[in-house]
Each structure stands twice: as C-alpha cells, then as structure tokens.
C-alpha cells in the first residue's frame, strides 16, 4: 500500500525555520513526483495551495513563485524522501502542510505541478503555526 507521511511541522516564532520530510513507503518503482501544498486556516481541503515540487527522475524542481528564496524543496531518492526547508517564516505561512505523490507521470513537476487533483495520492499533513 503507498502512504506518504509527512512530518516535522510545530509551532515556530516569525522569522524561525523549520524543515517538513515527506517519507514516501510502498512504492517500488524509481520515478515518482512529490509536491508540497498548503492548506491555511479557515480554507477548504479543495482550496490547498501550491508551495511547490520535485520530479525524482528529471530532479525538476519549481515553486510557487512568491516563496522562491525562502522555501527549499530537496530530496533523498535511496530514502524516497522529500523535504521542505522554510526559512524566514511568517505568519502567513501558518497552514497545514500536505505533501502529494504523483506515481504515473514522472514529468508532472514541469508540466502541471500546481494542480492538486493530478496527484494520487496524500499523506495526512502536518501543522505549522507561525507565533508573532
């Protein structure tokens, strides 16, 4: 069974960092796509937005483009793990994180990775509260 699990969430003071993992289990296939997305308070599952993604075998990265420069997305494909370093945090970056494997199209990164619903499967999503 494919699960994802994303964790390292908490509560931080503005400015602080944290770094969220995303462990991708019972997959054994090499090419897969991860992409992080937000859920902030008071929005809707369906209204997640989109912080960025990393393709495994292209090793295609992109990000929404007003956290370029604070966010970082990396991964350990021998590990299958994907993180996500937030720097500089703000307060309106207190969401609850979710991160999104897309096992079929190894090129969906560079091609339409801002859409939620092309991903098939979601970990349970970890919270991040940013304090002033």
């Known amino acids: 069974e494919v699960q994802l699990q994303a964790s390292g969430g908490g509560l931080v003071q503005a400015g602080g960092s944290l770094r969220l993992s995303c462990v991708l289990s019972?997959?054994?296939?090499?090419?897969?796509?991860i992409g992080w997305f937000r859920q902030a308070p008071g929005k809707t599952r369906e209204g997640v937005s989109w912080?960025?993604?990393?393709?495994?075998?292209?090793?295609?990265?992109y990000y929404e483009d007003s956290l370029k420069g604070r966010f970082t997305i990396s991964s350990d494909n021998a590990k299958k793990t994907v993180y996500l370093q937030m720097n500089n945090l703000k307060r309106e970056d207190t969401a609850v994180y979710f991160c999104?494997?897309?096992?079929?199209?190894?090129?969906?990164?560079?091609?339409?990775?801002?859409?939620?619903?092309?991903?098939?499967?979601w970990g349970q999503g970890t919270q991040v509260t940013v304090s002033s």
């Open positions: 999104a494997a897309d096992l079929s199209n190894p090129y969906r990164c560079q091609d339409s990775g801002s859409y939620s619903n092309g991903y098939n499967y």
């Open positions: 019972g997959f054994t296939g090499d090419d897969y796509v």
């Open positions: 912080v960025g993604c990393i393709g495994s075998s292209d090793r295609s990265i």
